[in-house]
């Protein structure tokens, strides 16, 4: 059974690009949230999907965009990338419970 | 508001010393669930342990060891007879019930470095 896979692991993009970052939730889970940690902190809560709807906001501004597909996989988009962007991003997946399964993560460098 | 306070940013010990971690958290739920994870330097997060704001038995797990009390708000993590594998950045996280779905809250993590 696998568990939260992220793509790709690494990525470098330049201030003002675009970027898609993709998970694919643990087996008989319906739920994805996305966490950005940055270089020193804890993870900080993007947002969170189920029903291929954004559920819950964390305090992010709208460049970043997320969408769920209906085999429960989920995009994470940030547009007009920021030297301050530059994170470890992670996925966690969960079957709308207290628990979630993180992913091994996506580290977006932006120069 | 909900809040996950460690104040200890950075621990050194020398390998084989005891080690405690201190997790401090803040909510006004009576529902709510307290979490342990382990983050070595490729970033993926590793439970660690699991309590409900229920369950105040203090558990053991090997050479880690948990201590809750809702009368602190604490929820305090010891390895005893630290190895040098325990190096690591280590995260205590809240998770409450909010808006119709869980979301975790983290603290700032704790670095600790085992000396051999």
């Known amino acids: 059974d696998a568990g939260v896979t992220q793509s790709p692991t690494h990525l470098i993009k330049t201030r003002g690009q675009q970027v898609t970052l993709r998970c694919s939730p643990k087996?008989?889970?319906?739920?994805v949230s996305w966490y950005q940690q940055a270089l020193g902190q804890g993870p900080q809560f993007i947002f969170q999907?189920?029903?291929?709807?954004?559920?819950q906001r964390g305090n992010f501004p709208d460049r970043f965009s997320g969408h769920q597909f209906p085999n429960y996989s989920s995009e994470l988009n940030v547009n007009a990338l920021l030297l301050g962007d530059s994170a470890l991003y992670l996925c966690a997946s969960g079957a709308r419970t207290y628990e979630q399964y993180f992913g091994p993560g996506t580290r977006l460098t932006v120069t | 508001a909900q809040k996950v306070t460690q104040a200890q940013t950075e621990i050194s010990v020398v390998e084989k010393e005891d080690v405690t971690l201190d997790c401090v958290y803040e909510?006004?739920?009576?529902?709510?669930?307290l979490f342990w994870y382990k983050q070595p330097p490729s970033g993926e997060l590793v439970f660690l342990i699991r309590r409900n704001s229920f369950d105040e038995q203090n558990e053991i797990s090997g050479r880690y060891s948990w201590n809750f009390q809702k009368s602190t708000s604490s929820f305090n993590f010891t390895i005893t007879a630290s190895q040098v594998v325990d190096s690591a950045v280590y995260f205590c996280?809240?998770?409450?019930?909010?808006?119709?779905?869980?979301?975790?809250?983290f603290g700032t993590g704790t670095r600790l470095k085992v000396l051999a």
């Open positions: 087996s008989g889970h319906d739920t």
């Open positions: 996280a809240l998770s409450v019930y909010t808006s119709g779905t869980y979301k975790y809250i």
């Open positions: 999907y189920y029903e291929e709807e954004e559920r």
């Open positions: 909510t006004r739920d009576t529902t709510y669930y």
